[in-house]
């Protein structure tokens, strides 16, 4: 058929038109050409540092190498507070092929809780493509070897090993030490959030807290080449973390065992200072919680529960627990009253049991009367004062002295005003005088309220800690040292910073610390039951605070109120007398009377004093 | 005119010389001399491509050898048989086409392929070659340029088929395929105005081809390349990761086997239809210039074909397939660089891949033909 046609056809006007059509052909091929080149041009040649810082980009990522945090250790080194390795499982969405199916297999695996799915969510969301996702936190290594020890062979899963913090002991030592936690929103407002990257922990609490700066250390970076799925494959470039310091305390884990075990059930309170360097030797606040659990995040039922607690586990007793001091504070009243002449170590008071302010009706019962009916003595010396803990003495040198001046004898042993010991949450007590309670409450002070605050009652609060601290004033005849839990960190010393000495007669020290030792060496003393077997001097003083204000001559009768009711027991003691190495404070809640705290103390200066090495 | 006579005097000069090797064979050597250095420049960069891996390089020296036998083969066909048989090769074609949504098996959601148990073929593949041999045979039966009567059913001729393979969906072989019948259509001598008047009857079809042709992944495409970063992780990645391994290896690229984006996975598709950003990268725009001169040989070599061969069939036939052949470069290179939508057209013996190689090489086989026979004729 095309052959017959071809016979009629016009060959050279096709071929013609033909050679039109190739030429504009060739014209539209170099047109077509000459924009592919512009194109690779402009690509390869105009815009190529863009695209070379681009490359750079996709293949050089600067990963943060975080600082290994510093360790905690106690005044012998033993570890208190560790880095320990844990293991983190991980999902790349992109290695699996059925990412839902393999976060069912993990949830079965790892038994995850609905909380840790949830984060994992949240997590998840904010990723990049072929980003690990942490899914299980906090596996150790035996926990990784049950559950998980072919997980990393499943596509998709990802098992990596970080530091996370251990703290060995757990509750003996979490009100010392604080505890660290995850860094929160909240926490990346104060801190610098460059030094934070690639950090999963900060101190929350405690000396944790307190040395967060210097524990933390400074992250190192490094530059490394990967490849499209986030894989590392060389390191091009690497500057390394500094890391944090290590901590080196005063405290001896030992005696901080033994204060454990010497309260035993009971809810109190024990601080062990050394007076020499005004370093915390030992403690403790009962009931405790353990710190381990508020590393990784803290359950919310868990924390509920540590909340909602009557017994207030949460709170540092030693320094955040406000009590009336109680008859503790009448040596410091004494020598506050010595040094301004209202009395002398020989100036007697008459004692039948009671004091009555002049022109008044009200008596104001001393500690004896309801047990034997009457006063200690005729007539009461200081030093019998101290040591049978007379309260008509001291209701008498209160009223004389007015409440104005108590508070200003008192403040330079430290009451009123925190210690300023390295730790968190330090609170600062009350020094009551006419000027606190118009501030405060809004109303002129009374004198009967002069009386109570005689005895270390009434509006009057300390912490434990601040009487361990005014005991050492005591101990130490006027020197004393801002307290603190930390030695040394790293080489440099941090602890024992004096305070302002206090000056006063030799002979009042004297007359003071004889009235305390009978406390314990008299037969007639409070505290005469520790004394059994003692193989050094103690210098004692118990205390008794009131938690309810028991109406006018009521007897007053233990069985009858509640146990939370009780009174608070509390002794604080430094020994050997000559050679003060120890100062304790230890208060005893609704312990019912200082026959609580006493043998507490006893126990811990045994300890301590038994100790063969003179550290 | 003087151009007709020089060709003329040319033939004589053939037919007093006597025949080479490559004369015997039917083998058009200025055309596969430029062709075999772009085949080894491809074998070069696909060893980088595929991070030196020789299984896949040889399995292409396997692919280029295949298609050689196919190319000799077709080589010693006469012309005016292969226009004998154009029609019942584009039925036959066409049926397996309109088999494929009924029988075809395919993957990633395209159905593309027909299989006969011990084969697997795409019969979009067969349409490549059979398209310009039939559209040619079709306009050459009544003298040209041709009639808008025989316009009309040419285009009936190209469009049938181009739909049927843009629904599988395989857009880039669609328009290599429709883009050959087109190219004989031209080189018919249709008038402009005709020309014109189609093209905008084709921009008029833009939209309902946009509403009910094209696929969701195909719009997406189209629209990435108006914005990339629109979606940076997603359709986005190829073409900005193309981009950067282009644009970062300047004028004396990274290095062989020193590219980042290609040895670091970054770019997608790196040993088939992006392979010219490996290129690109590690060679720089002194390799992209040298593969375009390459190619541009190949074309002026199948354009110098047409304008020699001795019937208007014969010259239809070649400069449809040289201009195929340009586009599949351009397209790939414009998409690749972000110029084009990304429609998976593989560019011509770099990329990987045994079928478009073998096609390509059948239809050289055709041009050589094309270019020899006119010596033979002449004798």
């Known amino acids: 058929m095309a052959r017959t046609l071809d016979a009629l056809r016009d060959t050279r006007r096709e071929w013609m038109i033909n050679r039109s059509r190739l030429i504009a052909s060739m014209l539209a091929i170099t047109i077509v050409l000459g924009v592919l080149v512009y194109r690779y041009y402009s690509l390869q040649i105009v815009q190529h540092d863009d695209f070379m810082t681009q490359s750079d980009r996709n293949r050089i990522r600067v990963e943060v190498i975080p600082p290994t945090r510093g360790q905690i250790v106690d005044r012998k080194g033993r570890l208190l507070a560790a880095n320990k390795p844990t293991f983190v499982i991980g999902i790349v969405r992109e290695r699996s092929e059925d990412p839902a199916a393999l976060v069912d297999t993990l949830t079965e695996r790892l038994s995850l809780t609905d909380r840790e799915l949830k984060a994992f969510q949240e997590r998840s969301e904010r990723r990049r493509p072929f980003e690990t996702v942490p899914i299980k936190l906090g596996l150790d290594d ?89 894989r590392v494959l060389r390191v091009l470039e690497k500057e390394a973390p500094v890391p944090g310091k290590n901590l080196r305390l005063y405290l001896d884990l030992d005696l901080q065992r033994e204060a454990v075990a010497a309260l035993g059930d009971q809810r109190g309170a024990v ?138 004898v008192l403040r330079p042993f430290g009451l009123g005003h925190r210690t300023g010991i390295d730790t968190t949450g330090e609170q600062d007590g009350i020094l009551p005088n006419t000027d606190w309670k118009r501030t405060a409450l809004g109303e002129p002070w009374y004198p009967g309220e002069t009386i109570s605050a005689g005895i270390g009652q009434g509006y009057m609060l300390a912490t434990p800690l601040q009487l361990a601290q005014a005991t050492t004033v005591l101990a130490n005849k006027g020197e004393s040292f801002v307290p603190s839990v930390v030695h040394r960190v790293d080489d440099l010393t941090v602890g024992g910073v004096q305070r302002p000495r206090i000056p006063m007669d030799e002979a009042a020290w004297q007359a003071v610390v004889e009235g305390m030792v009978d406390v314990v060496h008299s037969p007639r003393g409070t505290a005469a039951g520790i004394a059994r077997g003692v193989g050094y001097q103690i210098a004692g003083k118990t205390g008794t605070s009131q938690v309810v204000s028991i109406a006018q001559d009521a007897i007053y009768d233990e069985e009858a109120i509640s146990e939370r009711n009780r009174n608070h027991g509390l002794f604080v003691a430094f020994a050997p007398v000559e050679n003060p190495r120890i100062v304790v404070a230890v208060i005893a809640e609704n312990g019912g009377g200082s026959g609580a705290a006493s043998p507490v103390a006893r126990r811990i200066m045994d300890a301590w004093l038994s100790e063969a090495s003179d550290v | ?217 195909q719009k997406q495409r189209i629209l990435t390349l108006v914005d990339p970063e629109a979606d940076r992780l997603g359709a986005g990645w190829n073409i900005i990761q193309s981009k950067t391994a282009i644009g970062s290896g300047g004028w004396s690229g990274k290095g062989y086997l020193q590219g980042t984006q290609s040895h670091l996975d970054f770019l997608p598709e790196s040993q088939t239809d992006f392979i010219i950003a490996v290129l690109a990268e590690e060679w720089g725009l002194r390799g992209v210039l040298l593969l375009l001169l390459l190619y541009g040989l190949v074309v002026a070599r199948g354009l110098w074909i047409s304008f020699t061969a001795q019937t208007s069939y014969g010259r239809l036939l070649a400069s449809a397939i040289t201009l195929t052949f340009g586009v599949y470069v351009v397209v790939n290179m414009g998409m690749v660089a972000g110029i084009l939508p990304v429609v998976g057209v593989p560019l011509p013996f770099v990329s990987f891949g045994g079928t478009s190689i073998v096609t390509l090489l059948l239809s050289f086989g055709i041009l050589s033909a094309i270019s020899t026979e006119k010596r033979v004729l002449s004798r």
């Open chain 1, 271 to 408: 601080v062990a200072l050394d007076p020499l360097t005004g370093g915390v030797l030992a403690m403790v606040s009962n009931p405790s919680y353990d710190a381990n659990l508020f590393v990784e995040g803290i359950s919310y039922s868990d924390y509920a529960e540590l909340r909602g607690s009557l017994d207030t586990p949460l709170l540092n007793r030693a320094v955040q627990g406000q009590y009336p001091p109680g008859s503790t504070v009448k040596p410091l009243i004494s020598l506050g009253a010595l040094a301004r002449g209202f009395i002398t170590p020989d100036t007697e008071v008459p004692d039948p049991g009671w004091y009555r302010l002049p022109g008044d009706d009200r008596r104001y019962r001393d500690w004896t009367l309801r047990i034997r009916g009457t006063g200690h003595a005729e007539r009461v010396d200081l030093r019998m004062a101290i040591a049978e803990s007379c309260d008509t003495y001291y209701y008498d040198l209160a009223h004389r002295m007015g409440i104005d001046v108590m508070a200003e």
């Open chain 1, 142 to 230: 035996a926990a990784l070897a049950t559950v998980a020890v072919d997980l990393h062979q499943l596509p998709g899963v990802v098992v990596d090993a970080q530091l996370t913090r251990d703290y060995p002991f757990g509750e003996a030592l979490s009100h010392v030490l604080g505890y660290v936690g995850r860094v929160s929103a909240e926490d990346l407002l104060e801190l610098d959030a460059e030094r934070y990257r690639g950090t999963l922990h900060t101190g929350k609490v405690g000396l944790e807290k307190r040395y967060e700066p210097l524990l933390h250390g400074k992250p190192g970076y490094q530059h490394v080449e990967t490849n499209a799925h986030g």
């Open chain 2, 1 to 217: 005119m003087s151009e007709y006579t020089r060709f003329l005097e040319g033939s004589d000069r053939d037919f007093a010389r006597a025949q080479t090797p490559a004369e015997r064979l039917h083998l058009d050597v200025v055309l596969l001399l430029p062709m075999l250095a772009i085949m080894t420049t491809g074998l070069f960069v696909l060893f980088s491509a595929s991070d030196g891996d020789w299984d896949t390089v040889n399995r292409q020296i396997r692919n280029f050898v295949v298609g050689f036998a196919v190319l000799l083969l077709l080589a010693q066909v006469r012309i005016d048989t292969l226009q004998r048989w154009a029609p019942t090769l584009y039925l036959g074609a066409l049926l397996l086409l309109l088999l494929v949504p009924f029988f075809g098996v395919g993957a990633k959601g395209a159905q593309r392929w027909l299989s006969l148990g011990f084969i697997r073929f795409q019969p979009s593949e067969i349409m490549k070659i059979a398209m310009p041999l039939m559209v040619a045979a079709w306009v050459v039966r009544h003298a040209l340029p041709p009639r808008p009567s025989t316009t009309v059913t040419a285009l009936l001729i190209i469009v049938l088929p181009a739909a049927a393979i843009a629904t599988q969906p395989d857009l880039g072989t669609a328009i290599l395929v429709g883009a050959s019948g087109a190219f004989v259509v031209f080189m018919a001598g249709v008038s402009w105005w005709q020309i014109f008047s189609g093209a905008l009857a084709a921009l008029v079809c833009i939209w309902p081809a946009w509403l009910f042709l094209l696929r969701d992944y």
